[in-house]
């Protein structure tokens, strides 16, 4: 049986259509989950690889056909991104810009050589990005979507091996025996299989955040009810009870109070952000200092007693002030829930270089390394952390604050505490921040 190349471009070109469509639809639906991202974009670059592959085979042109190849490369490297950021790591540009920089060095050089060169240069190109998929997965505990990645990765490493075997053993025979069209037939099959893992993958993460979501929302909602409840009964069945004690428990409602209104603005936005909808309700110039003045005045006895503020000068910015309120507000609940009990909160407001910032310093027992950039993650809670909290608050700043052009940053932490730094660009600098705003 033969197969040829046209059919293989048209099929690979077809099923390509097909998962960026399935990854785009995903990536509607849940705006957070970064990682789509990444392999909607390497999918991108299959496509156009294989167009490029075919109008190369088609026309005899060696160099459209090989451009189309190193395109490949490019998107396994930028896969293989995609699976860092599912796994909560941060990007390595610097390694893959290097392969895709020495890559192109390569394919430059065998320009003129015979197709055999090319293809064996090529061959490694492909391997080298999907070496590091493996080994970023098997580093993870493997469920049934890890299992298929791997499985796919080894079917188009076996026939990227196939093809720089036959190429180094002299075959320009290959070519003409319809060899080379099964090696590209099994990194065709391996590619899709891969993509096919990740969409597995993606969606029992999506299943596990939901059943994480109503675990965490039932705990929340519940215990706060719990003590309302209580207290109201108390205040009920003490007529007698003097003004201190109904002060108290009346001070102990409204903190309650408070605590779900919180937690139900954060789920209400969380959706909306993760949804596409227009947060934004009202969009007006203000000074950033009198937001965080209205979330100091806000605070219940117990923060008040714990967190200290530092204004600075006027800090014009534009957007939501309600939404701005909620980021500062999460910010100085997480670093009161983190910290010891009566441990000192420092809100210190600054600008730099054009950008308002408001930093929020705490003293608890610092981040791992690891957990960084994964605490930005919707739902994602630290191991070892306290049980109460959505995993919401640090996910839904940072959202707020790209969409008013700023950025929310871990911007440093030991083990004596930790500081989040949100930075907002002061109307001079709005040019930037126009597109998000007019969302």
Excluded at 206 to 220: D, G, I, W, Y
Excluded at 371 to 387: L, N, T, V
Aim: aromatic share 8%; with cysteine; charged share 15%.
């Amino acid at each position: 049986m033969t197969l040829d190349f046209e059919t293989l471009h048209v099929v690979a070109l077809l099923n390509t259509t097909v998962l960026m469509t399935v990854f785009a639809g995903i990536l509607w639906a849940y705006r957070s989950f970064a990682a789509t991202r990444y392999w909607l974009g390497s999918l991108a670059l299959h496509g156009i690889g294989t167009i490029l592959l075919t109008i190369g085979f088609v026309g005899g042109s060696g160099a459209l056909a090989a451009a189309g190849s190193w395109l490949f490369g490019i998107a396994y490297c930028v896969t293989w991104q995609g699976v860092r950021a599912f796994y909560g790591r941060p990007a390595n540009w610097r390694v893959a810009a290097g392969l895709v920089v020495l890559s192109a060095f390569v394919m430059v050089a065998l320009l003129n050589q015979d197709r055999t060169a090319q293809n064996s240069a090529l061959a490694l190109v492909q391997m080298v990005p999907i070496v590091l998929i493996v080994l970023t997965i098997l580093r993870r505990k493997l469920r049934s979507g890890g299992f298929v990645v791997l499985g796919g990765t080894a079917l188009a490493l076996a026939g990227n091996i196939a093809e720089l075997s036959t190429n180094l053993a002299g075959g320009a025979g290959a070519e003409q025996s319809g060899l080379a069209a099964w090696f590209y037939l099994a990194v065709t099959v391996g590619a899709g299989l891969c993509y096919v893992g990740f969409l597995l993958m993606t969606f029992d993460r999506l299943r596990a955040q939901q059943r994480n979501f109503v675990a965490l929302v039932s705990h929340e909602l519940r215990a706060p009810l719990g003590v309302v409840a209580a207290a109201a009964d108390n205040l009920s069945l003490s007529p007698g009870a003097s003004a201190g004690d109904v002060s108290q428990r009346a001070a102990r409602i409204q903190r309650t109070v408070r605590r779900m209104s919180a937690l139900i603005d954060n789920i209400l936005t969380g959706d909306r952000l993760d949804t596409w909808q227009a947060p934004f309700t009202a969009k007006a110039t203000f000074d950033l200092n009198d937001v965080v003045h209205a979330v100091a005045a806000g605070l219940d006895s117990d923060a008040v007693g714990r967190v200290s503020f530092s204004y600075g000068d006027a800090l014009p910015v534009k957007g939501d002030r309600n939404l701005l309120e909620i980021v500062i507000i999460n910010l100085i609940q997480n670093a009161l829930k983190y910290s010891a009990a009566g441990s000192p909160v420092t809100v210190r407001l600054s600008s730099d270089q054009g950008m308002a910032q408001v930093g929020v310093t705490d003293r608890g027992i610092g981040i791992l390394p690891d957990d960084r950039e994964r605490i930005f993650m919707k739902f994602y809670r630290a191991a070892g952390q306290p049980p109460n909290g959505s995993g919401l608050g640090l996910y839904i700043a940072r959202e707020i604050a790209r969409l008013h052009g700023g950025d929310l940053i871990l911007a440093a932490s030991d083990a004596d505490g930790s500081t989040f730094l949100l930075s907002l660009p002061t109307e001079g600098l709005r040019q930037r921040a126009g597109v998000a705003l007019a969302r």
